[in-house]
C-alpha cells in the first residue's frame, strides 16, 4: 500500500482554456487555489490544460487568446508566479509522454464510464474524437508527474480523480513498486458545483451556448446584474433553514454562491435573509458579485494588454515545471523498460 506521506505536500490543478472563466471556474476552483497557495502547506501547480481543450474543436486564434486569457484570471484572482508554478500544458511535453504511459495502464471500460465523456460526446459518441475519450488518462498523466498528492477540483472532477487514483495503483502494483502518490482529491466548501442561471440542474459552463447562464469573469457591473436579476428562481420567498432550500436547486444555487462570494456558511446566508423575497435578495447578490469580481476583471484586462510579458511567465513556469517532471518521467520509461532511460 502506498504510503502518501513520503511525498512532498504537492498540489496541481489546472483549468481548460476553452472558453472564458466563469464564476463557476472561479469559486469551485481558482478561489481555493489560492487559498492552497497562500496557506503554506503545498508547493503548488497550476496550469493551463491547453491540450485538454482540443478535445472538441477549438479555433486557433481563440484558443491562444483563452490560454492567455486564463492565465491572466489566475494572476489576478491572486495566484503569483512566483510562489506557484504557473504554466500552459502543451509547454511541458512530459505530460503527454506520461499520458501515452497511462493510456495504456488505463482500461477501456474505465473511460467508457466517465460521465463527462457521455455527456460531451452526446447521443454521436462515434464521432467524439478519440482525445476526448482518452483525456481523463492525461489528466491522471498532469497529476501525477508531479507526484501531486492534492487536487482541489469541482465536484464533477471527483470521477476523474477517482479514475488518478485507479491508475496509480495499478502502475504501482503491475511494476510491483511504490511510485505514483494516491492523491487525494480536495471538494469541499458551498461552491462545488455552481449551477446555470437558467437551470439549478445544470452545472454552470463555461461551453453553454446561453452567455446568460453564466457569469464571465471579464462581464461588466451591468452584465453581471442583469444576468442576477433575470436567474430563473421560485416565487416562494427565502426559507429560514437550509432545510427549506432541499427541493429548490435555483435559490439553493443563489444562496451558496452568496455565501461562498462571502466567505461564509450558507446557513449564514439564510439566518440574514429568512422570508425576503428574490426582488430583495438578488440587488444584494448582484452588488456583492460586482464589489468581489471587478477588481479581478479590471486587472485581467490591464494583465491581457501585455501578452507579451504573459507568454514570459509561462515559459518561465513550464521550465520550472520541467525541473520536476523530467525526473520522474524518466524514473516511468525506467520501471516499463525503455532502453535509454537509465539502465
Ligand atoms: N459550475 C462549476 N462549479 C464549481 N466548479 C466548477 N468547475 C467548472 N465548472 C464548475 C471547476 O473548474 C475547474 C476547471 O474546469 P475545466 O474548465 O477544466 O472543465 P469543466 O469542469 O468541464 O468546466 P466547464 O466550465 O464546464 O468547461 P467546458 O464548458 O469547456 O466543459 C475544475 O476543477 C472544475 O471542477
Sequence with gaps: MTDNTTFTPRVFSGIQPSGGLTLGNYLGAIKRFVEMQDGGTYQTIYCMVDLHAITVWQNPSDLRRNTRELAAGYIASGIDPER???????????????????????????????????????????????????????????????????????????????????????????????????????????????????????????????????????????????????????????????DGLADRPEAANLVNIYAALDDRGADDVIAEFAGQQFGAFKPKLADLAVAKLSPISCEMSRLMDDSAELDRLLARGADRARELAAPVLKKTYEIVGMVGAGT
Design 84 to 242: 506557484s508554478i504557473l504554466m500552459n500544458q502543451s509547454q511541458v511535453p512530459e505530460h503527454t509522454q506520461l499520458g501515452w504511459i497511462f493510456n495504456c495502464v488505463a482500461r477501456m471500460g474505465w473511460m467508457k464510464r466517465m460521465t463527462q465523456f457521455k455527456d460531451k460526446a452526446g447521443k454521436n459518441a462515434e464521432n467524439a474524437s478519440l482525445g476526448l475519450l482518452a483525456y481523463p488518462a492525461l489528466m491522471a498523466a498532469d497529476i501525477l508527474l508531479y507526484h501531486s498528492t492534492h487536487v482541489p477540483v469541482g465536484d464533477d472532477q471527483k470521477q476523474h480523480l477517482e479514475l488518478t487514483r485507479d491508475v496509480a495503483t495499478k502502475f504501482n502494483h503491475d511494476y510491483g513498486v511504490d511510485f505514483f502518490p494516491i492523491t487525494e482529491p480536495v471538494i469541499h466548501g458551498v461552491a462545488t458545483r455552481v449551477m446555470s442561471l437558467r437551470d439549478g440542474s445544470k452545472k454552470m459552463s463555461k461551453s453553454d451556448p446561453s452567455d446568460m447562464s453564466r457569469i464571465n469573469l471579464t462581464d461588466d457591473a451591468d452584465a453581471i446584474a442583469q444576468k442576477i436579476r433575470k436567474a430563473k428562481t421560485d416565487p416562494e420567498p427565502l426559507p429560514d433553514t437550509l
